[in-house]
């Protein structure tokens, strides 16, 4: 099941319909989606990886833009769109509880720019909302998700292009222990959530 769904994720990633479908969820990551762009940058590029800094370049563009839409959703209609958005996804309370830590800190918000853009910690959509509530410089915020976003896209583009085909056969030869590895991974981290919960 995992091998066929591995070649069924790659043979897409290979589509022409490919990047449009990157830039669209580059977009919506960075406001209201939870999946990251790396669900489909990582194949694409693995799959291609002389287009790595083109899909780089696009998967940050439209990152940003989504940022920015994401900081507009925050400071115009908190209570009407990314109240109700935070609540489906069961974000809201970690939301206002660091929007009562964050209070306007510049540095604060600036690290949790870097760290949202760089490592999804947090979830890039909570930054971007917050950042809009609480009134983050929207020009420091663009330059700020430019240099996070492109160095994570541009980074993992640059790995990809020059290791993209020793990955893919690394991953074919060891695509079961991979799987199960995941799977594991994933019971571990819900038992601990669910201890802790």
């Known amino acids: 099941m995992f091998r066929r769904l591995y070649h069924w994720t790659l043979s897409w990633a290979r589509s022409r319909h490919a990047p449009a479908a990157l830039g669209t969820v580059s977009f919506v990551e960075s406001s209201v989606f939870p999946i990251p762009a790396d669900v489909l940058f990582i194949p694409m590029c693995a799959a291609r990886p002389e287009r790595a800094m083109s899909y780089a370049f696009l998967a940050t563009v439209t990152s940003v833009f989504g940022g920015i839409f994401g900081w507009f959703l ?75 976003r492109g160095a994570r896209f541009y980074g993992l583009g640059w790995l990809l292009q020059r290791y993209g085909v020793a990955i893919l056969a690394f991953i074919e030869k060891r695509l079961s222990w991979i799987a199960g590895g995941v799977v594991l991974l994933a019971l571990v981290l819900w038992y601990f959530l669910k201890a802790h919960a």
């Open 74 to 148: 925050g400071f115009y209609a908190f209570d009407l769109i990314a109240r109700p958005l935070l609540e489906f996804y069961g974000k809201l309370h970690a939301f206002e509880a660091l929007r009562a830590e964050v209070r306007a800190d510049v540095w604060i918000i600036l690290l949790l720019l870097v760290t949202s853009g760089l490592a999804h910690l947090p979830p890039m959509k909570v930054v971007t909302i917050l950042s809009g509530v609480v009134g983050f410089n929207l020009w420091v915020f663009i330059l700020s998700a430019i240099v996070a």
